[in-house]
Protein backbone atom coordinates (compact mmCIF):
# COMPACT_ATOMS: atom_id res chain seq x y z
CA UNK A 1 0.00 0.00 0.00
CA UNK A 2 1.54 3.29 -0.92
CA UNK A 3 1.32 6.29 1.33
CA UNK A 4 2.46 9.63 0.53
CA UNK A 5 2.22 12.20 3.95
CA UNK A 6 3.37 15.35 3.96
CA UNK A 7 4.58 18.04 6.38
CA UNK A 8 5.97 21.03 7.11
CA UNK A 9 3.69 23.79 6.44
CA UNK A 10 3.14 26.30 8.32
CA UNK A 11 2.81 30.29 8.41
CA UNK A 12 5.47 32.48 7.21
CA UNK A 13 5.90 35.96 6.22
CA UNK A 14 6.61 37.23 2.61
CA UNK A 15 10.13 36.58 1.95
CA UNK A 16 10.44 33.69 4.32
CA UNK A 17 10.99 30.30 3.20
CA UNK A 18 9.65 26.71 4.06
CA UNK A 19 10.40 23.61 3.55
CA UNK A 20 8.43 20.71 2.59
CA UNK A 21 8.58 16.90 3.16
CA UNK A 22 6.77 14.20 1.80
CA UNK A 23 7.22 10.75 3.71
CA UNK A 24 6.27 8.18 1.07
CA UNK A 25 6.08 4.11 2.01
CA UNK A 26 5.10 1.48 0.00
CA UNK A 27 6.92 2.97 -3.20
CA UNK A 28 10.71 3.32 -3.93
CA UNK A 29 11.16 7.01 -4.46
CA UNK A 30 14.37 6.20 -6.78
CA UNK A 31 11.73 4.81 -8.96
CA UNK A 32 9.09 7.19 -9.10
CA UNK A 33 8.39 10.24 -10.93
CA UNK A 34 7.10 12.71 -8.08
CA UNK A 35 5.72 15.93 -7.93
CA UNK A 36 4.32 18.94 -5.74
CA UNK A 37 1.24 20.66 -6.59
CA UNK A 38 -0.87 23.03 -5.01
CA UNK A 39 -4.43 24.40 -4.60
CA UNK A 40 -5.68 27.52 -2.99
CA UNK A 41 -9.01 28.32 -2.33
CA UNK A 42 -11.78 28.16 -4.68
CA UNK A 43 -8.84 27.45 -7.23
CA UNK A 44 -7.87 24.40 -9.04
CA UNK A 45 -5.20 22.44 -8.23
CA UNK A 46 -1.90 23.41 -9.96
CA UNK A 47 1.10 21.58 -10.64
CA UNK A 48 4.23 22.78 -9.06
CA UNK A 49 7.49 21.05 -10.19
CA UNK A 50 8.06 17.11 -11.13
CA UNK A 51 11.25 15.33 -10.17
CA UNK A 52 11.16 12.41 -12.89
CA UNK A 53 13.09 8.95 -12.11
CA UNK A 54 15.82 9.79 -14.03
CA UNK A 55 16.40 12.95 -12.06
CA UNK A 56 15.14 15.20 -14.25
CA UNK A 57 13.56 18.57 -12.85
CA UNK A 58 10.64 21.15 -14.20
CA UNK A 59 9.06 24.18 -12.39
CA UNK A 60 5.84 26.15 -13.64
CA UNK A 61 6.87 29.46 -14.14
CA UNK A 62 5.66 30.54 -10.83
CA UNK A 63 8.25 28.26 -9.05
CA UNK A 64 11.17 28.81 -11.02
CA UNK A 65 14.13 30.30 -9.28
CA UNK A 66 12.09 30.23 -6.07
CA UNK A 67 11.68 26.75 -5.08
CA UNK A 68 13.66 23.50 -5.62
CA UNK A 69 12.70 19.93 -5.44
CA UNK A 70 14.67 17.75 -4.25
CA UNK A 71 14.85 13.70 -3.05
CA UNK A 72 16.69 11.76 -0.69
CA UNK A 73 16.49 8.04 -1.53
CA UNK A 74 17.64 6.93 1.29
CA UNK A 75 15.00 8.27 3.50
CA UNK A 76 12.75 7.49 0.56
CA UNK A 77 11.29 11.25 1.21
CA UNK A 78 10.66 13.76 -1.16
CA UNK A 79 11.47 17.57 -0.62
CA UNK A 80 9.99 21.16 -1.77
CA UNK A 81 12.49 24.09 -0.51
CA UNK A 82 10.48 27.30 -0.70
CA UNK A 83 12.57 30.36 -1.00
CA UNK A 84 11.23 34.25 -1.12
CA UNK A 85 7.66 33.32 -0.71
CA UNK A 86 4.93 35.55 -1.64
CA UNK A 87 1.04 35.43 -0.51
CA UNK A 88 0.67 34.06 -3.52
CA UNK A 89 1.76 30.83 -2.26
CA UNK A 90 -0.52 29.97 -0.21
CA UNK A 91 -2.36 27.18 -0.91
CA UNK A 92 -2.39 23.25 0.42
CA UNK A 93 0.39 21.75 -1.12
CA UNK A 94 0.17 18.19 -2.03
CA UNK A 95 2.88 15.12 -3.41
CA UNK A 96 2.12 12.57 -6.20
CA UNK A 97 3.83 10.09 -7.07
CA UNK A 98 3.29 7.51 -9.90
CA UNK A 99 5.61 4.45 -11.24
CA UNK A 100 4.95 4.87 -14.79
CA UNK A 101 4.93 8.38 -15.82
CA UNK A 102 4.81 11.89 -15.17
CA UNK A 103 1.35 12.95 -15.45
CA UNK A 104 -1.81 11.76 -14.06
CA UNK A 105 -0.07 11.10 -10.78
CA UNK A 106 -1.90 7.86 -8.76
CA UNK A 107 -1.22 8.73 -5.39
CA UNK A 108 -1.52 12.13 -3.39
CA UNK A 109 -0.43 12.79 0.12
CA UNK A 110 -3.29 14.35 2.56
CA UNK A 111 -1.05 17.99 2.02
CA UNK A 112 0.05 20.77 3.65
CA UNK A 113 -0.95 24.03 4.47
CA UNK A 114 1.34 26.64 3.52
CA UNK A 115 0.29 30.60 4.12
CA UNK A 116 2.40 33.65 3.55
CA UNK A 117 1.13 36.82 5.16
CA UNK A 118 2.29 40.80 4.10
Known amino acids: QVQLVESGGGSVQVGGSLRLSCAAS????????MAWFRQAPGQEREWVTT???????TYADSAKGRFTISKDNAKNTLYLQMNSLKPEDTAMYYC????????????WGQGTQVTVSS
Open 96 to 107: AADFIRCTGFTY
Open 26 to 33: GITSSRAC
Open 51 to 57: LGSTKIT
